[in-house]
């Protein structure tokens, strides 16, 4: 197949994708660029597009080492539409992408603070004498809450003198979450200076935003000399998630007190803890520094 013949190919693939499926004008360009590409580097090596081997464009997408999985599953997926549709019009007798595997789309792990800089986070607080602030990083760490739920937290999840509150999570669905004695007696100080109301942190919109508690964070952050662009409420709930597993609590507890639907979101925080660990190997152990030196 020709430079010609290839460009002809291309856009008899992309009038079909434009026609019976509807693709967006963006889409349609990101997969001329991406099949362009495949054809220069196809007639680079002597190869034709029409007869583009398995190998081929195995080599192609190797050519692409330092791109993202999301992007090489995209590339391949252009790929597996395009001969599928050369298939399907009689220019191959086989579909030379049916053996390639896409890259597998590896979750990244959360970000999380050390049990010290939670420590350091909580006592800045404290010396704070702001009862509010204590109160959130305090209920943040204690229960691994999302934001969404801390900020809409009703002082009636308190549950009188009980030590668990009442959240009402994804789905509307509602689960009974455990205190620690500190949270427990820093959120009870707080509600004490509170008036009537219904909201635990009552704002003029009705209650506080999740923008509102992000600032809080970071200018708390600051105050006990952590980075303020390592810390957000979703960075306690993984601290919170992640000091568990690491203490030994099993995943069904920490999925219940997490509020997740599926057990393997929750399964992420064991390769955080597991990460955790061999870096402190790496870094305490004689033997991992003699080898570094």
């Keep these: 197949m020709s430079a010609e013949s290839s460009a002809w190919a291309i856009e008899a693939f992309l009038d079909m994708m434009s026609a019976e499926r509807g693709a967006s004008r963006n889409t349609l360009e990101a997969y001329r660029r991406d099949l362009m590409a495949l054809a220069a580097d196809l007639a680079k090596r002597g190869a034709a597009m029409k007869a583009a081997s398995r190998d081929d464009l195995r080599r192609h ?22 001969y599928g549709f050369a298939y399907n019009e009689g220019w191959r007798k086989d579909d030379p992408t049916n053996a390639i595997e896409a890259p597998r789309r590896g979750r990244p792990l959360p970000k999380i603070l050390s049990p010290e800089d939670v420590g350091a986070l909580l006592d800045a607080a404290r010396e704070s004498d702001d009862l509010r602030v204590t109160a959130i990083v305090e209920l943040l760490y204690a229960s691994g809450l999302r934001v969404s739920e801390l900020v809409s937290l009703k002082r009636a999840a308190l549950r009188g003198k009980s030590d668990f509150i009442l959240v009402r999570g994804k789905g509307n669905k509602e689960r009974l979450v455990p205190l620690n004695p500190s949270a427990h007696k820093a959120v009870r100080a707080y509600v004490d200076t509170l008036e009537d109301g219904v909201y635990l942190f009552p704002s003029r919109e009705g209650h506080l935003t999740r923008r509102r508690c992000h600032q809080l964070l970071k200018e708390l952050a600051v105050k006990a000399g952590i980075d303020p662009d390592k810390l957000s409420p979703h960075v306690l709930r993984h601290a919170f998630a992640t000091h568990l597993v690491e203490g030994g609590a099993d995943l069904r507890s920490v999925q219940t007190l997490l509020g997740h639907a599926d057990i393997g979101t929750t399964q992420i925080y064991t390769h955080v803890a597991r990460d955790r660990l061999k870096a402190t190997v790496e870094a305490a152990h004689p033997l991992s520094r003699r080898k570094k030196g």
């Design 61 to 82: 997408l190797a050519g692409f080492p330092s791109a993202k999985a999301s992007s090489q599953a995209r590339r391949l997926s252009v790929l597996r539409q395009f």
